[in-house]
């Protein structure tokens, strides 16, 4: 009895380990019907696990990335505005500048003495875009994914960063990398 016990309740350990649903194990009856050392052990299956995606926004809906600065999709780019330009500003993905069929990604930075504001289009990967990381002045950032409904095959990512002091180097932003919910690269861009 002891060894069977001794069994059940390591396979439901191992099952744990590997797992598996729900599982309950209890040691055999005596003759009396009773279970004097019974054993029921249950492990709960680990949750799943969904990779991110885009947020899909509606053409015109405006995305507060940091006060003062928000962004908006329409079917032609990316518009954007920043505290110094409340009037806005324009990215296209229609005049011929982004190639949306081979895999890109690119940059704006824009900022005030207590944030970097920092947004680019996302285009022309395989799979679904999943998660943006940045390496900047600051260290290694993590942005949001915005999308137009119905796969346009381009979308737009932001970030926000505390600035840093002036170190000399010509861009704030050494890198930016777009995975698709696989965790492959779905594009990137690197500045240095």
Same mark, same amino acid.
């Given at each position: 009895?002891?060894? /069977?016990?001794?069994?059940?309740?390591?396979?439901?350990?191992?099952?744990?380990? !590997?797992?598996?649903?729900?599982?309950?194990?209890?040691?055999?009856?005596?003759? #009396?019907? =009773?279970?004097?050392?019974?054993?029921?052990?249950?492990? !709960?299956?680990?949750? !799943? &696990?969904?990779?991110?995606? *885009?947020?899909?926004?509606? *053409?015109?809906?405006?995305? /507060?990335?940091?006060?003062?600065?928000?962004?908006?999709? /329409?079917?032609?780019?990316?518009?954007?505005?920043?505290? %110094?330009?409340?009037?806005?500003?324009?990215?296209?993905?229609?005049? +011929?500048?982004?190639?949306?069929?081979?895999?890109?990604? #690119?940059?704006?930075?824009?900022?005030? *003495?207590? =944030?970097?504001?920092? #947004?680019?289009?996302?285009?022309?990967? &395989?799979?679904?875009?999943? /998660?943006?990381?940045?390496?900047? !002045?600051?260290?290694?950032?993590? +942005?949001?994914?915005?999308?137009?409904?119905? =796969?346009?095959?381009?979308?737009?990512?932001?970030?926000? @960063? %505390?600035?840093?002091?002036? %170190?000399? #180097?010509?861009?704030?932003?050494?890198?930016?990398?777009?995975?698709?919910?696989?965790? &492959?690269?779905? @594009?990137?861009?690197?500045? =240095?």
């Amino acid at each position: 009895m002891k060894r /069977t016990l001794k069994h059940l309740a390591g396979a439901a350990v191992t099952a744990a380990v !590997a797992g598996m649903a729900t599982m309950a194990y209890a040691a055999p009856h005596d003759t #009396s019907g =009773r279970a004097p050392h019974s054993a029921t052990v249950t492990a !709960a299956a680990p949750a !799943a &696990k969904h990779a991110p995606t *885009p947020r899909i926004v509606q *053409p015109g809906e405006r995305v /507060t990335g940091a006060p003062g600065f928000e962004l908006w999709l /329409t079917p032609e780019g990316k518009h954007w505005t920043t505290p %110094d330009m409340p009037e806005g500003q324009f990215r296209s993905v229609v005049d +011929g500048n982004v190639d949306l069929s081979r895999p890109g990604v #690119s940059v704006q930075s824009e900022g005030t *003495p207590e =944030r970097v504001h920092l #947004s680019g289009l996302y285009y022309g990967g &395989k799979g679904t875009a999943s /998660t943006v990381e940045l390496r900047t !002045a600051a260290g290694t950032l993590r +942005g949001e994914l915005i999308e137009l409904p119905g =796969r346009p095959g381009w979308g737009v990512w932001y970030a926000v @960063a %505390d600035p840093v002091p002036n %170190d000399g #180097s010509w861009s704030f932003v050494s890198e930016v990398t777009v995975r698709n919910t696989k965790g &492959k690269v779905y @594009a990137s861009l690197s500045l =240095r």
